[in-house]
């Protein structure tokens, strides 16, 4: 009977180090999704900084001094029938001045805004799932080692009513953190 009351205590113990391990580790992986999200906002904001200090650059850069531009203009003459060559003149004509800095500053692009949707919660084990595993599993040692005659039987029966009661348990766990049942 002893025996039996210290693998009950070892596999509740088991238990119930294993379900503070992973709400340690959720809330670890919270705390760092909050922190990515910091992040990206502040790029964000740098991005739209940058852009701005580009189109103040742009607009306060030098004029350069004007320079003639020449344009040349072709002129085709009849369409020529196959055997007769293309002729072509070119004229060059006189334009005036034009600004040879004639860049237009870019345009600020603005990233679009991303509305924050709630973090997805990775679904994993139910607590009810887990107790019915742990509880299967430490009913079928307890059985195994109570039927000296058929371990077997009896870590199938251990097995079977370890199982069941971890479910309930997990059943119980699940209702008061707001977990629905699937």
Known sequence: MKQIIAICGIAILAASCNTAAVRQQEEMLKAQAATIETMKVEMAKQRVIDSMNQVMAANTAPVQKETPVVVRTV?????????????????????????????????????????????QEKKGWSAKAKGGVIGAGAGAVA???????????????????????????????????GRTSR
């Open 75 to 119: 002129r085709k003459k009849t369409a020529p029938k196959y055997s007769e060559p293309i002729a072509v003149s070119n004229t060059d004509t006189y334009t005036g001045y034009s600004n040879t800095n004639t860049a237009q500053p870019a345009p600020v692009q603005t990233p679009p805004i991303v509305q924050q949707e709630p973090a």
């Open 143 to 177: 059985g195994a080692l109570i039927h000296k005659r058929s371990p077997a039987l009896g870590a199938a029966v251990g097995g079977v009513l370890g199982g069941g009661a971890g479910i309930g348990i997990g059943a119980i766990i699940d209702k008061k953190q």
